[in-house]
């Protein structure tokens, strides 16, 4: 259990965060000029937060998934329970959707053709008419590419906040999608950005803005460059309103999360929350 001052050190301690650095073109933060979420902000603005009737995290797999997918996604879901101290649940796979909400895109890097999904198949009648009456939020994670208009080239994932609905494609997560070579810790970074992906789009679920003071899972990102550069950890700031929301405690959280990194090869992220819980742990 942590003590009060132990919360307090934990969600304002800035010792083991790097602060954001000057964006440059082509990062989030060059384009959009956003502003701060404070923690009183995010407090009135009336978070989501489970209720008695609704309090699962609610995961739709949509697709065909390889042995491989289906099992860093399961990982990944395993973790957002962690993260979120939130009970998941996965329901049974459906198919990707026909002609009519698809169309076919041929990339440079490409030898074959990718098949593209609309978002708004996704978030106004497949996940709305299939809402579950536990759910908190209901997030389709799918291993089709989407786009989400015409005009656009493909989007990592989109949602609809006033419906509790998203939907995420991890095939970008892939090196093979991009043409390049697997190699032995290509598992490894996936798994780090399907969790890196789960957890930030879920934390807008929950009302969490995008940070822009520290590097944080909460940064906003143009691509997947930018993704990876941005940490699995929440920054004290973002890290506060998530504690406000849930009541986790924060050490236990951390020592699941300890325990997650070490058991699945994530090594930075192992070391790190080893030496963060070491501090909070020592304050007195
Ligand atoms: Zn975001
Ligand atoms: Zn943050």
């Not at 009060?4 to 602060?19: G, H, I, M």
């Not at 697709?63 to 329970?81: C, M, N, P, Q, Y």
């Not at 390049?180 to 789009?201: A, M, P, Y």
Request: aromatic share 12%.
């Amino acid at each position: 259990m942590s003590s009060p001052e132990q919360l307090k050190y934990a969600t304002s301690d800035e010792s083991d965060f790097q602060r954001m650095p000057e964006p440059k073109p082509g990062d989030w933060l060059f384009q959009f000029h956003e502003s701060r979420q404070s923690f009183k902000e995010y407090v009135n603005s009336e978070p989501l937060q489970t209720t008695g009737q609704r309090k699962v995290m609610v995961f739709q797999p949509v697709g065909e998934f390889s042995e491989e997918e289906r099992e860093l996604v399961e990982k990944a879901i395993t973790f957002a329970s962690i993260w979120f101290d939130i009970p998941t649940r996965i329901e049974n796979g459906l198919p990707l959707p026909e002609k009519g909400w698809q169309r076919i895109r041929q990339f440079p890097w490409q030898d074959k053709p990718v098949t593209q999904y609309r978002t708004d198949y996704f978030l106004n009648l497949l996940l709305p008419s299939r809402l579950p009456d536990d759910a908190v939020c209901y997030l389709a994670v799918t291993n089709g590419d989407l786009y989400p208009e015409e005009s656009w080239n493909f989007v990592f994932g989109q949602a609809t906040l006033s419906r509790g609905v998203g939907v995420y494609s991890i095939i970008r997560y892939f090196p093979k999608f991009w043409g390049e070579k697997e190699s032995g810790s290509s598992q490894i970074i996936t798994l780090r950005r399907i969790c890196k992906v789960l957890t930030h789009e879920a934390g807008h679920m929950l009302g969490l803005g995008h940070c822009i003071d520290y590097l944080c899972n909460m940064n906003g990102s143009n691509s997947l460059e930018e993704s990876d550069r941005r940490p699995l950890r929440l920054c004290p700031l973002c890290l506060k309103k998530l504690q406000w929301n849930r009541k986790f405690d924060v050490i236990e959280r951390y020592e699941k999360l300890y325990t997650f990194f070490q058991e699945n090869g994530l090594k930075e992220e192992e070391a790190w929350t080893a030496s963060r819980l070491k501090k909070i742990k020592a304050v007195q």
